[in-house]
């Protein structure tokens, strides 16, 4: 990761633009697992659409690509419980058809289950050597591992957020680092949910009120801003701007 030198690039967003310091800013992708966007995971067994999350797929490998050419910090987590499922609440497992509930074998192994081949990240956005992998047993992010303080020791204070489903993991996640201090900006369309209408309100959620959780933004103005400090081209911060 790049630390020594600044990378400052300016990001078109709601409501406002930001200005950030890639050299302390991080991608976090958010649950992109097989689990979740194939058939035969959890996604599928709640009676969802998986096939909704695929849009998602493309905008966020793109943006994923570009994050590793600028050698900014890409981190990625994954939804899931120990084999014995002690870290899951009865209530979790009690959700979906009695038959293909959390930890019941499905095509991809056995549900939502550490270690096996439906927890694990599709293979479009796999993570390369040196890219963290963060294991969460719940929605949020932050919430009993070790982001936090994977993040502190990189010096991040911008994480740039991606991933599914918006509303839950993805919107949990944000109100989690925005209490801890994180300037989030929310790629919209690198996110994706099983309810069309519920992806839409959770990222007005996050830029409504001034950014009362957050920046909204999109792939394209990603790759932009990414351009733009690759090249030099970005204005001088405002005095005072992270």
């Not at 987590?77 to 074998?105: F, M, N, Q």
């Not at 996050?206 to 103005?221: D, L, M, T, Y």
Request: aromatic share 6%; with cysteine.
């Amino acid at each position: 990761m790049k630390t020594q030198q600044a990378l400052k690039t300016r990001i078109s967003a709601e409501p406002q633009p930001i200005e950030v310091d890639l050299s302390r800013t991080a991608l976090l992708i958010i649950d992109m697992q097989r689990d979740f966007l194939e058939p035969g995971g959890f996604g599928e067994t709640l009676g969802n659409d998986v096939s909704l999350l695929q849009a998602a797929v493309g905008p966020c490998k793109a943006v994923l690509e570009a994050a590793r050419r600028a050698g900014i910090l890409v981190i990625h987590t994954r939804e899931g419980h120990r084999p014995d499922l002690s870290d899951a609440p009865p209530y979790k497992i009690e959700r979906g058809a009695p038959s293909k509930r959390i930890g019941d074998v499905g095509p991809m192994g056995r549900i939502l289950v550490r270690g096996e081949p439906g927890h694990d990240i599709i293979p479009e956005l796999y993570p390369i050597a040196g890219e963290p992998v963060i294991d969460k047993p719940g929605k949020g992010a932050f919430c009993q591992t070790d982001l936090e303080l994977t993040l502190q020791n990189a010096g991040i204070s911008n994480i740039l957020v991606c991933g599914v489903t918006t509303e839950v993991c993805v919107n949990t996640t944000v109100r989690e680092a925005n209490d801890r201090g994180y300037r989030c900006v929310v790629l919209g369309d690198c996110c994706a949910s099983y309810f069309p209408e519920f992806h839409d309100m959770g990222l007005k959620m996050i830029k409504a009120q001034g950014g009362i959780f957050g920046w909204v933004s999109g792939s394209q103005e990603m790759l932009a801003a990414f351009a733009d400090a690759d090249a030099g081209l970005a204005p001088r911060f405002a005095q005072g701007s992270v």
